[in-house]
């Protein structure tokens, strides 16, 4: 158990402060190191810092008496009643918050990949050892959404959350947005600003976002899903002429990850999205993070802020860390028994906006027409910018609300079209 203040034995050599171990001293380790060291009321105590390598990850603007090791065991078998893990990834981090859970610690941790695939698991093993799991720092960073759905809307019955989740997509896709410029552009700029890593696969095709949106349906939904059993769209074709023609509908492009319950199956899906321009999901600019819940009793809400960076991520660590300290998280909420586990599916029911790049040849509209005819499917409008050459000219259909799994067969359809010189890209339009 955490101990607080009013717990410890008077007199004891420990005092009454909560000592908390700090496992891996990067961007978000150092900023947490300096956030406790503001903290005046002396109720947390840094007692570790562990890094590889530590040497050299040394700062004369740490406390003294705090030890350095790059012994995780020293650190495990230390008297600290909080580990904070910083480290990222899934392997040793995995390891490292098992073995301190066993041993009785509490753990705090950012890391969204180990939440999203263990996080039932060791919220279980935490409990069974009478220890907490906080993880509020794993979802959107700096702003407070998971703590908000562990207290402020823990009474309501959510069905739906859906968000902005990517700060280097969104940063991307507004690029684009504002300034027109190509796709790969856009990314070369996040590259250069440090908003986009030199491998930027898990963010632009979806991989970080989903991760995240089941950690959200978790903590949310009490839905256990594995961030594989989401559909994740790529944002990679995106360009700026989809940004004129989603300007004619009033909307803009946003990646966009959404859960939502329907009865026994959870629909869930990462991807770009059409959205109102003037909606809250339009008006997300940069690299900030949104994220809307849909309740039974409590309606919507939105939560909006910076999703990454040391020092706001920081701030939910410690927040974590101090929720702990104060003995707030000693009647916890997870009880694995509540968590369902429904199937998982991303048969959402929307209007869609379909874009080709074609070769101009008569009969082109006539034979989507035909296609999408034949599978029921209703066009709604045909947007054909003027000023493009003949020999690669984009246009877009958009078609009445109809279920994903009702539209797929109408694309695979048009696939081997031998005017179509890129694939259909096909977004949902969220209004
Ligand atoms: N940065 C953000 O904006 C942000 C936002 C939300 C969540 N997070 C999450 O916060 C966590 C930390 O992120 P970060 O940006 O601070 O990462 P980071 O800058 O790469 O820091 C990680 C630190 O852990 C050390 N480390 C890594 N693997 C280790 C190992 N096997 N043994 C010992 N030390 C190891 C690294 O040492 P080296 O210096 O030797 O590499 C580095 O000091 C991650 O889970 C991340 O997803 C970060």
């Known amino acids: 158990m955490v101990k607080i203040a009013s717990e410890a034995q008077p007199g004891s050599d420990r005092g009454s402060a909560c000592r908390v171990a700090l496992v891996g001293f990067g961007t978000v380790g150092r900023a947490v190191a300096q956030i406790l060291g503001e903290q005046r009321d002396g109720s947390l105590r840094l007692t570790h810092i562990f890094n590889r390598n530590v040497q050299r990850k040394k700062q004369d603007w740490v406390p003294r008496e705090v030890i350095w090791t790059?012994?995780?065991?020293?650190?495990?078998?230390?008297?600290?009643?909080?580990?904070?893990?910083?480290?990222?990834?899934?392997?040793?981090?995995?390891?490292?918050?098992?073995?301190?859970?066993?041993?009785?610690?509490?753990?705090?941790?950012?890391?969204?990949?180990?939440?999203?695939?263990?996080?039932?698991?060791?919220?279980?093993?935490?409990?069974?050892?009478?220890?907490?799991?906080?993880?509020?720092?794993?979802?959107?960073?700096?702003?407070?959404?998971?703590?908000?759905?562990?207290?402020?809307?823990?009474?309501?019955?959510?069905?739906?959350?859906?968000?902005?989740?990517?700060?280097?997509?969104?940063?991307i896709l507004s690029r684009i947005e504002?300034?027109?410029?190509?796709?790969?552009?856009?990314?070369?700029?996040?590259?250069?600003?440090?908003?986009?890593?030199?491998?930027a696969s898990e963010d632009l095709d979806g991989g970080d976002a989903r991760a995240k949106l089941a950690i959200l349906a978790l903590a949310g939904l009490r839905a256990r899903v594995t961030p594989e059993s989401v559909r994740a769209r790529t944002i990679r074709p995106v360009d700026a002429v989809d940004f004129d023609y989603a300007a004619e509908l009033?909307?803009?492009?946003?990646?966009?990850?959404?859960?939502?319950?329907?009865?026994?199956?959870?629909?869930?899906?990462?991807?770009?999205?059409?959205?109102?321009?003037?909606?809250?999901?339009?008006?997300?600019?940069?690299?900030?993070?949104?994220?809307?819940?849909?309740?039974?009793?409590?309606?919507?809400?939105?939560?909006?802020?910076?999703?990454?960076?040391?020092?706001?991520?920081?701030?939910?660590?410690?927040?974590?860390?101090?929720?702990?300290?104060?003995?707030?998280?000693?009647?916890?909420?997870?009880?694995?028994?509540?968590?369902?586990?429904?199937?998982?599916?991303?048969?959402?029911?929307?209007?869609?906006?379909?874009?080709?790049?074609?070769?101009?040849?008569?009969?082109?509209?006539?034979?989507?027409?035909e296609i999408l005819a034949a599978h029921h499917l209703n066009i709604d409008s045909l947007l054909q910018k003027p000023g493009f050459e003949k020999s690669s000219l984009p246009f877009v259909i958009t078609l009445e609300p109809c279920k994903d799994s009702e539209l797929r067969p109408a694309l695979q359809a048009m696939s081997g079209l031998d005017f179509a010189l890129r694939p259909c890209l096909c977004l949902p339009i969220l209004l």
Not at 138 to 160: I, K, N, Q
Not at 266 to 274: F, I, K, T
Request: net charge negative; charged share 20%.
């Open 178 to 199: 504002n300034a027109r410029v190509p796709f790969s552009e856009a990314l070369e700029e996040a590259q250069a600003k440090g908003y986009a890593e030199a491998d």
């Open 250 to 369: 009033g909307c803009t492009i946003r990646q966009i990850s959404r859960a939502e319950l329907k009865g026994e199956t959870l629909l869930a899906e990462v991807g770009p999205c059409l959205v109102a321009v003037d909606s809250p999901f339009g008006r997300v600019q940069r690299n900030l993070n949104l994220v809307l819940t849909s309740g039974q009793h409590g309606g919507d809400m939105a939560f909006l802020g910076a999703g990454a960076g040391g020092d706001p991520t920081a701030v939910a660590v410690v927040s974590d860390v101090m929720f702990l300290a104060e003995g707030l998280g000693r009647k916890k909420r997870e009880s694995s028994g509540l968590v369902s586990t429904p199937d998982i599916s991303c048969d959402f029911e929307t209007a869609w906006c379909l874009r080709f790049f074609v070769r101009d040849q008569p009969g082109i509209v006539a034979r989507l027409a």
């Open 70 to 171: 790059e012994d995780i065991d020293s650190v495990l078998n230390s008297d600290a009643d909080i580990l904070i893990e910083l480290i990222g990834g899934l392997h040793p981090a995995e390891q490292m918050v098992r073995r301190a859970l066993e041993s009785g610690k509490s753990v705090v941790t950012a890391n969204k990949q180990l939440i999203a695939r263990c996080g039932p698991d060791l919220l279980k093993l935490a409990a069974i050892h009478g220890a907490h799991l906080e993880f509020g720092a794993s979802v959107a960073g700096g702003v407070p959404v998971l703590p908000a759905l562990r207290t402020g809307l823990c009474a309501d019955r959510l069905h739906g959350i859906a968000g902005i989740l990517n700060g280097t997509c969104n940063y």
